[in-house]
Structure formats: C-alpha cells, structure tokens
C-alpha cells in the first residue's frame, strides 16, 4: 500500500520508490491542486495546510528536503500565478516531513525542531578598596533616529531577504548623516549609488575599524565589504533581469549567503549606531558549547513514543495521549547537528513495530516522569503503507534574545 500523508501519496503511482517531502503552509488552499513539474509532482488539497513535492531521486533526508522545497517553492509560484492559492512555507527546516529510498526500502521522517527563547544578562561592577559600590549614573537618554524603524522591521521580519533589505537602508540612513549623497544641478548626473556607497564607508573606516567586519587577512576590508553588501546583496536583490546576478526570494541554496551577510550588515550598522548616536545594546548570552550541555542533560535521558492520538498539542498537557491514543516507544540515539545552538535526538522504528497505529498523529518525548516534554503533532493522518522504516528528529534550538537575529521563518 502506498504510504500517504492526509491522503497524498508519498510514492509515483506505480508505487516505484522516490523522495520527496512535505511541509507545513501558512492557510489551507481554497481548493485542492496537483502539478507536474518534470518527474515531481507538487499538490496541496483543500482544508490541510500542507504542501508535498514527490518524485525526487536523493538517498539521504537532508538532500531529499533540499530537493523537495525547491519544487514545493515553483509548484506555490504556479499555483499562485494560475489564480488557485497564494500560500507561503513556515519554517521549512524545523518542521517537515521527509521520506527517501533507503537500504531496506523505504523511510519516512518526521523533524520538529522547538526554538528556545534564551535571556542572560551580565553586568560588571568595579569595587574600591574600601568595599563602596557607588550608585549607577542614570542612563544618558536616547534620541530617536530614522535608521532604527529599518533595523526594527529587520528584527521582526520572517523572511530572510526582506530583513536584508530593512538592515540595508537602516545602514544606508546612518551613513548618509556620515556622508551625504552628493546631488548635481538640474540636467547634470548625480552621484551614483554605488560610488557614493563606497565613498560613505570610506568615511566610516575613519569612526569604526572596517577591518573587524572582513574576514582576518583582507587586504582591503572597505572593498571586501563593499563587494558583499552593495554588489553582491543589495544590487542583485534589487533587479531581476535575465543575464544578471539575481537573489531569487525563498531559494535554499541563498540563504546560507544571505544570512552571513545579514549578520555582517547588522554588526557594522550596531557599531556605527554605537559610535555616533550613542546607541548601547543590552548585552548577554548563552555560548553554544553552553547551551549544548543544557540541551543534551534534557534530551539524552528522554523517551520518545509514536502515537495515533489526534489531540491538538496542548502546553499543559501532563498525559502523552491525552484523548487516550495508543503509544508505540521509539528507538532513540543523539544526533549530531554540526549547528550551533542546536541540540537533535532521534528516534525510529520499523514500520512493522507500528502495525499497532491505524495511522501516526504525533511524536511525543516524556520525561523520567512520564511527563510530555516536547510534541510534534502532524497536520493530517500519516499512514506508512509499504514504508520500512519510521524516524522522527525532535530537536531544541536555543535563541539568544539579547542578541540580533539570526533565524527567520522564510
């Protein structure tokens, strides 16, 4: 029987073996679309937020995903410009399903990945000699800026480029305080974009040290950093013209770069705003060695159980199947993530150990109390059918508050 998730099948429809994935939507579509896209198939149906892109040939799960969201993102954009739905991937890479042959046949996983908002603050205080703590000055009060509603909006953005963008102009407004954009007479050009861009951060260099935003060894940190920000981020997220460097919205293989660059860009733009406007941010933070430790002390000692029971996930549930569902205990073992700030476990099964389950609902992992500690609940019935193997990734990924952000949902 071929595996289906809601209902959508998992494999082609002559049960040949693919890889493929599924992953949650902003809303449901109005009504229920299947596309072809060369060997994948991409289909939504009405009332489940839920995309699935089948027909791949990747033999691991991190290609497999990487494969599927990249046909899921051109089967949304086919079926937004027909008119069908308009619908937008959450959080791709912590919350998915994901299936791919493997060596008994094949696999099917489950990924949730909860964040982990983090608050640590540090203060130092000098004591003299003769033990006195002298009260603190009161806070010297802060002017507002324009340059603070981009970086806002570049804070609470979910998607990835446009916190670029809002970082970029939040750069570009303090440096034009720093150096103006020369404006010719009627009829005569102006300064380009581009050559006032450089000629503001050459200005810069002389308040804060370029150099500390370069890798270590650049021989010309104001290029390099020009090149990055200006040519290689700004000007290509600003044109979509055939034959140039464009940066496509939502692409996986952009983000890595995009995200490197944002926390560049936002670390030049703190610095400058703490040198000229007096800026000082609350500092503080948890270090990944850190947080892993924490992480590992919860997850290492968990217990993780399948389950058909449909209950909505609740935080205050104190049972793993609240409505009464059955429980099938999971094999489990660490996972190495290689990410900072990012602590997995994972847990399988042959299928043949979940006959018991008519279809699979959710993952739960218990404490040494038995008490639910993390949960994920599929959008729809997971029904495994001729799959040889279930996995399910529960993960924990720690959030320094304090700090810039780092993730963003699209």
Known sequence: MIPTYGGLPLLHADESLCSGAAFGTDQPPRESAQLSLGPWVVEVKKRLAIVVARGGSDANPDQA??????QAQRGLDLLSIQGTASLAVRRFDEDHLVWWPGATGLAVRVVAVDPLPMDVSARATVIPSDGSVAPDAPPTPLSWHESYRYFRLSQTSDDLFDAFRNAYLA????????????????GQAGEREGEWFKRALTDANSIVALAQFAPPGTADPLQHLYQLLYID??????????????????????????????????????????ALLGTRRAAGGMTPAGFEVMARRVLDTVKVYASDDETPLNTTDTVLNPAGGTLVELHTEP???????????????PAAELAALPSLRRVVSASSEGLPLQAAVLEAP???????????VLGIRGLNVRQPRTRYLL
């Open 382 to 392: 997971l029904n495994l059918g001729s799959a040889s193997r279930f996995e399910a």
């Open 65 to 70: 995903v990487s494969s599927a969201f990249l």
């Open 233 to 274: 981020m700004r000007s290509a997220m600003s044109h979509a013209k055939s034959g140039r460097k464009i940066h496509l919205p939502h692409d996986e293989k952009e983000r890595a770069d995009v995200a490197a660059s944002l926390g560049t860009l936002i670390g030049l733009y703190l610095a400058l705003a703490a």
């Open 171 to 186: 750069l570009e407004s303090l440096l034009s305080s720093v150096a103006p954009q020369k404006i010719r007479a009627p």
């Open 335 to 349: 996972a190495e993530t290689g990410t900072p700030f990012l602590v997995t476990k994972l847990a399988y099964a």
